[in-house]
């Protein structure tokens, strides 16, 4: 006769027992979560990469070439990415002391910038913008950069250039940016070979009694080759941060840096650096799988291991319960 206290046993025992495994059901899940993860990154994707304006958008009237003033048809940058400049060039520094351009490279990257020291305004504009942003830069001039200011008027000296140091010291107030930042003057056949190399156009304005000349930065390799030109007067700091990784070859900055100079990429015509999309999706793909693969894996181990191991298997086929007799 079959105990029924022991029959009762037996089904509480099956009741705890785990579900089997369903594969099928998490690769359901696996498939559906992936199509909403690929069709989101398809339309963010589509939506970025499209050309056309913006509703409501209205297109300004540009300016005629005929109409620009004659010396600012003649001005702008040479793009001479890759190329090198002439480390020999002689110059004096704000110090007076003679010095070639090599004698501050060599060993990290440059921040070059064309300025005259008596410039009423965009000179003075570029460097503000420049010293702003490495105020933001948790890069260290010395460490991981130099800088270079250098004047494309022959009439400059020393004096006027340790002055400019001066002021611009007192802006950017960093350990080491007196060693590191470096305002150089020299003659008009120094200045010819500089601007030449690095593609830097500026005429002399008879009218207004000023120089003509485009504002922006370069970015040069430790051994002297162009590797960034960012335009304006204003540079944001990841741009300026990403133009010096980039130019160390990596030799400064962090495996964050580098990841994200993966997904931007430098773009010439702007002289900025945008979110490469395709590289984007990529990694956000990866980064869905294998948040996925995770969380398969846990839920698959917990499966099997999920069983309370204080619950005592039931009894097998064939054999008598407990209790009976």
Not at 32 to 41: A, I, T
Not at 187 to 211: M, N
Request: net charge positive.
């Amino acid at each position: 006769m079959i105990n029924p206290r022991a029959l009762q046993n037996l089904s509480t025992q099956r009741s705890q027992r785990p579900q089997r495994f369903n594969p099928y059901f998490y690769n359901r899940v696996f498939f559906f979560v992936s199509l909403v993860s690929f069709v989101l990154s398809v339309s963010r994707a589509g939506a970025q990469m499209s050309g056309a304006p913006a509703p409501g958008f209205k297109r300004e009237a540009g300016m005629t070439a005929s109409t620009i003033p004659a010396p600012l048809r003649e001005i702008g940058f040479d793009q001479k990415l890759n190329a090198a400049v002439p480390l020999d060039i002689p110059f004096l520094d704000e110090a007076g002391r003679t010095v070639q351009l090599g004698d501050y490279f060599g060993r990290r990257p440059v921040v070059m910038v064309f300025a005259y020291y008596d410039c009423p305004m965009l000179c003075t504009l570029v460097i503000n913008g420049l010293s702003s942003a490495l105020k933001v830069l948790s890069l260290s001039p010395g460490d991981d950069f130099e800088i270079v200011t250098v004047s494309f008027d022959p009439r400059d000296t020393p004096a006027s250039a340790s002055a400019k140091k001066a002021a611009y010291l007192e802006r950017y107030k960093r350990d080491g940016a007196a060693e590191a930042w470096h305002f150089l003057t020299g003659d008009q056949p120094s200045i010819d070979r500089l601007t030449k190399a690095a593609g830097f156009r500026y005429v002399w304005d008879k009218d207004t009694k000023q120089f003509a000349h485009p504002t922006g930065v370069i970015v040069l390799t430790p051994d002297g080759r162009l590797a960034r030109y960012l335009f304006g007067i204003e540079y944001g700091p990841r741009d300026l941060r990403f133009a010096i990784v980039e130019a160390s070859a990596g030799k400064i900055g962090s495996a964050v840096d580098s990841l994200l100079l993966y997904c931007y990429h430098y773009d010439p015509m702007t002289g900025r650096y945008g979110l490469a999309i395709m590289r984007a999706m990529r990694i956000a793909g990866a980064a869905t799988v294998l948040a996925l693969g995770t969380f398969i894996l846990i839920m698959v181990r917990r499966e099997r291991g999920g069983a309370d191991p204080r619950v005592r298997p039931g009894p097998t086929h064939g054999s008598a319960p407990t209790g009976s007799r």
